[in-house]
């Protein structure tokens, strides 16, 4: 089973447009959105929700107010600023180190359970869909997405499905490499600017550190062609294999305000490029 994960260094070049393109030309794949904290996948394909799972973070420190003393201790050491003059616990400050668990003499705080999110098992006209929604504000994004993984993985052997295709989350933090660890290939969209040149090195970087293939695609590559000159170039230099370029063209806006692909929107240029890189891709992971 192939997985392959589409990633940014930055927000706004065009990855989930991409991923939704890809989604629609490849056969017999589970797809995931693991860009949980802002995920839009579902915006474009939209699912069908035919299973949810309970998403449990970060502990919460609860107390005891009939065993506990007053003594201060859990407020001396508390570095997150959940625990008030009073000694009440502040929910939405609780980072769920249980440092304050581990100091009280009285055996007061306890750990417990929080519902942070919940995560989906979906079917779309692409075919089934593992997607997660994470409640405002809360933490551990990059367990989730591996949970989101963890579900497509089971969904893709239950129906002998050959590949999972993922939207990833921009930047190189925790959920990022979650969502790339262990694939088979990291397809890296960027933008010919300086923040998108910049964060495409740091994003490969990271693909290279845990040594899996990446493949680049700029987006809106007409906006600056010395910039996108200097991307191929410096793809050249690494091999990295480049899968082309988009220019910049106003379907990808009118396809998402009808809730389409660009493959599936009617009499756009961008169609056949995007199927050019997809063979392309499908060639480079046949090797």
């Given at each position: 089973?192939?997985?392959?994960?589409?990633?940014?260094?930055?927000?706004?070049?065009?990855?989930?447009?991409?991923?939704?393109?890809?989604?629609?030309?490849?056969?017999?794949?589970?797809?995931?959105?693991?860009?949980?904290?802002?995920?839009?996948?579902?915006?474009?394909?939209?699912?069908?929700?035919?299973?949810?799972?309970?998403?449990?973070?970060?502990?919460?420190?609860?107390?005891d107010e009939d065993?506990?003393?007053?003594?201060?201790?859990?407020?001396?050491?508390?570095?997150?600023?959940?625990?008030?003059?009073?000694?009440?616990?502040?929910?939405?400050?609780?980072?769920?180190?249980?440092?304050?668990?581990?100091?009280?003499?009285?055996?007061?705080?306890?750990?417990?359970?929080?519902?942070?999110?919940?995560?989906?098992?979906?079917?779309?006209?692409?075919?089934?869909?593992?997607?997660?929604?994470?409640?405002?504000?809360?933490?551990?994004?990059?367990?989730?997405?591996?949970?989101?993984?963890?579900?497509?993985?089971?969904?893709?052997?239950?129906?002998?499905?050959?590949?999972?295709?993922?939207?990833?989350?921009?930047?190189?933090?925790?959920?990022?490499?979650?969502?790339?660890?262990?694939?088979?290939?990291?397809?890296?969209?960027?933008?010919?600017?300086?923040?998108?040149?910049?964060?495409?090195?740091?994003?490969?970087?990271?693909?290279?550190?845990?040594?899996?293939?990446?493949?680049?695609?700029?987006?809106?590559?007409?906006?600056?062609e010395d910039n996108?000159?200097?991307?191929?170039?410096?793809?050249?230099?690494?091999?990295?294999?480049?899968?082309?370029?988009?220019?910049?063209?106003?379907?990808?806006?009118?396809?998402?305000?009808?809730?389409?692909?660009?493959?599936?929107?009617?009499?756009?240029?961008?169609?056949?490029?995007?199927?050019?890189?997809?063979?392309?891709?499908?060639?480079?992971?046949?090797?």
């Amino acid at each position: 089973m192939m997985e392959i994960t589409v990633i940014s260094g930055k927000g706004g070049t065009g990855k989930t447009t991409l991923a939704a393109a890809f989604a629609s030309l490849a056969q017999n794949a589970v797809l995931a959105d693991c860009d949980v904290d802002a995920a839009d996948l579902h915006l474009i394909l939209d699912p069908h929700v035919e299973e949810r799972r309970d998403f449990l973070g970060l502990k919460l420190a609860i107390k005891d107010e009939d065993k506990c003393n007053d003594c201060g201790r859990c407020l001396e050491h508390c570095r997150f600023s959940a625990i008030n003059e009073d000694f009440e616990i502040i929910r939405d400050s609780c980072e769920g180190c249980a440092v304050c668990q581990l100091v009280c003499p009285e055996d007061a705080i306890s750990m417990i359970d929080r519902l942070s999110g919940e995560a989906f098992i979906s079917s779309t006209r692409f075919g089934p869909m593992v997607h997660a929604s994470l409640i405002a504000g809360e933490e551990a994004s990059g367990k989730l997405v591996a949970m989101v993984r963890e579900m497509a993985r089971k969904v893709a052997k239950n129906g002998e499905k050959d590949l999972i295709l993922i939207d990833g989350p921009p930047g190189i933090g925790c959920p990022v490499i979650a969502a790339i660890s262990g694939v088979s290939m990291v397809l890296v969209v960027t933008e010919p600017t300086l923040s998108g040149m910049h964060d495409l090195e740091r994003v490969l970087g990271v693909a290279e550190h845990f040594g899996i293939p990446s493949a680049v695609i700029v987006n809106k590559a007409d906006i600056n062609e010395d910039n996108t000159n200097k991307i191929r170039t410096y793809c050249s230099e690494r091999d990295v294999p480049f899968l082309g370029q988009l220019p910049y063209h106003d379907s990808a806006t009118e396809s998402m305000i009808k809730g389409q692909t660009l493959i599936e929107h009617a009499d756009n240029p961008l169609a056949p490029i995007i199927k050019d890189m997809w063979n392309k891709m499908e060639e480079i992971l046949s090797e």
